[in-house]
């Protein structure tokens, strides 16, 4: 959903309620994801709800990613609360750009899962990337990132997201290296060069993308055989629209996305009603109804019956053979490595 586009439940809901409240009531509160199903389903779980609840108009926005973008945004006030990877948090929590997290308006930093409690932001999902392909194409396909990367065996093109972390960590264990072992590996010159080397044997293959809502696209037009992915936007294609795709676990990198509220948001106490309602107990249980996912809330995660956790990462299964994204090692190393990448990239 663009911008410039509104919820329509959400303007409605708003004209229609009586004392709509507003610290500025021309701006709607503006909510920033990553779209495709996962936004859909953070809509359908909490935003309509709350518009309809509070009176508070809601807008949507959508973003790939990328501190520079959040350093603009802080600098316009465009947006209110943005769903940010974890390196994204602790980047733009020490720069200033997002508002401390008010842990007692949200029940206590004991009501949530450690991981996802930080100053400046509070767990929004827990989730995985790993890799998936079209079952209907290939009833048996890749076990692990070795067999992924083996073209000759599986013919066809992969899709790859186009940033260096997660395609780094997939290179060195798609090489040979434990999951438990690959920020050791990746921390020395040597690693890198190693990881680099072995992408290099799937560069001819690849397919970058950019937004993660164009991987059940890539696979359904038989672009790609497999691709990079998390499990919630294939498994809801598999419920909503009959497809048959698989994901594979094994190697899979997990972390936790949060909820931030912007420095300076024009629109602050509304921001915080809105995390406060998505963080409430039944209310975030909803979102596991919409897509698989991890929850960051102890007592939502408690009332999950036991379907609802089978494909998503809290499922202790699934994380056996994982990876934990080290996010200071990408704090420390994003710019060097993503420059080296995108010159690597340009090479034919």
């Known amino acids: 959903m663009k911008r410039w586009q509104r919820s329509a439940i959400a303007l409605t ?33 909490y935003w309509t709800s709350f518009v309809v609840h509070t009176g508070i108009p809601l807008q949507e926005d959508t973003w790939h990613g990328g501190i520079d973008v959040l350093r603009e945004k802080a600098r316009s006030g465009d947006w209110d609360i943005v769903q940010v990877e974890v390196e994204e948090l602790l980047l733009g929590c020490a720069e200033g750009l997002f508002e401390p997290m008010d842990w007692r308006a949200l029940g206590g930093r004991e009501a949530f899962i450690e991981p996802s409690v930080q100053d400046c932001g509070v767990g929004a999902m827990v989730w995985s990337q790993l890799f998936g392909y079209d079952a209907d194409r290939m009833p048996n396909g890749p076990r692990n990132w070795a067999e992924f990367w083996d073209v000759q065996r599986f013919p066809g093109r992969r899709g790859l997201r186009r940033t260096p972390k997660y395609t780094l960590e997939f290179a060195l264990m798609a090489d040979g290296v434990e999951p438990d072992d690959v920020y050791k590996v990746l921390r020395t010159e040597a690693g890198v060069d190693r990881a680099f080397r072995k992408l290099d044997e799937i560069k001819p293959h690849a397919v970058w993308w950019t937004s993660i809502s164009q991987v059940p696209d890539l696979l359904t037009s038989g672009r790609v055989i497999a691709s990079v992915t998390s499990p919630g936007r294939l498994l809801v294609a598999n419920r909503d629209e009959g497809r048959h795709f698989k994901v594979v676990w094994d190697g899979n990198i997990y972390a936790v996305d949060f909820w931030v509220i912007m420095k300076g948001s024009r629109r602050k106490s509304q921001a915080l009603r809105l995390v406060q309602y998505m963080k409430q107990p039944e209310h975030e249980a909803r979102l596991a109804h919409f897509i698989p996912t991890g929850l960051s809330n102890r007592q939502a995660i408690a009332s999950l019956e036991p379907a609802l956790r089978v494909d998503t990462p809290s499922n202790a299964g699934n994380l056996a053979h994982a990876v934990e994204l080290d996010a200071q090692f990408w704090v420390e190393h994003s710019s060097e490595l993503t420059e080296r990448f995108e010159a690597w990239l340009q090479k034919r």
């Open 13 to 45: 809901a708003c004209l229609l309620l009586a004392g709509c409240e507003a610290e500025e009531p021309s701006q709607p509160l503006t909510v920033v994801g990553w779209g495709g199903s996962s936004q859909r389903a953070h809509r359908d779980a």
